[in-house]
């Protein structure tokens, strides 16, 4: 499981089975793309490497740009997930937070196959649960931050003591374990 702290809670994430992954991708590499392009062309495309913007939280991103281009990011990101047809955006979040057997501070967000709890969970924290769709994205889709002829974002190992990673902030996290079992 590898961890980050995203609005001051721990959140837990174990990688999504392989097979739901890649039936994800239709899904969340045109919405990726055109956000890390639309990164790209705000902030000048000398100025970030896609490889660093993988590593980032969607805080570090955003605290990249410029406050001018605020409206801007604001007005790209509502095209970008308006682009998404009804029921796409519950999809994701479904398969990559409860495929992931995600947790905040432990808890699991989805301990019953209802979404009561993650419901309770993210009343009213948008923001927050933006920052965790980007964590799982960087953790399920490493190669979407690949630089042409490079390698992807490589995470240092993580703690050895307990076979878990984390970080503080809402910054990268540090490593991933495979799942147990």
């Known amino acids: 499981m ?3 702290v ?3 809670r721990t959140i837990g994430l174990h990688p999504v089975p392989a097979l739901l992954s890649f039936s994800l991708q239709p899904l ?3 919405a990726v793309g055109r956000a890390l392009g639309m990164i790209l062309r705000l902030k000048g ?3 970030m490497d896609p490889t660093a913007i993988g590593s980032m ?4 991103v955003l605290d990249a740009l410029p406050p001018e281009m605020a409206a801007d990011v604001a007005a790209e990101l509502g095209s970008i997930v308006g682009a998404l047809r009804p029921g796409d955006l519950q999809t994701i979040i479904h398969g990559l937070l409860q495929g992931g057997e995600a947790t905040v501070d432990g808890r699991p967000m989805w301990p019953s196959t209802d979404d009561k709890v993650f419901n309770e969970l993210f009343a009213g924290r948008t923001s927050e649960l933006w920052a965790i769709l980007w964590f799982a994205v960087q953790e399920n889709f490493p190669d979407f931050f690949r630089r042409r002829g ?3 974002v490589k995470s240092p190992a993580p703690d050895q003591s307990n076979g878990s ?8 996290s540090t490593g ?3 799942k147990a079992g």
């Open 2 to 4: 590898t961890t980050r």
């Open 165 to 172: 990673s984390t970080s503080s902030g809402d910054g990268p």
């Open 57 to 60: 939280s969607a805080g570090d």
């Open 150 to 152: 490079g390698s992807a």
């Open 45 to 47: 495309a000398e100025l």
């Open 28 to 30: 969340v590499a045109p």
């Open 176 to 178: 991933s374990s495979p």
């Open 6 to 8: 995203v609005g001051g």
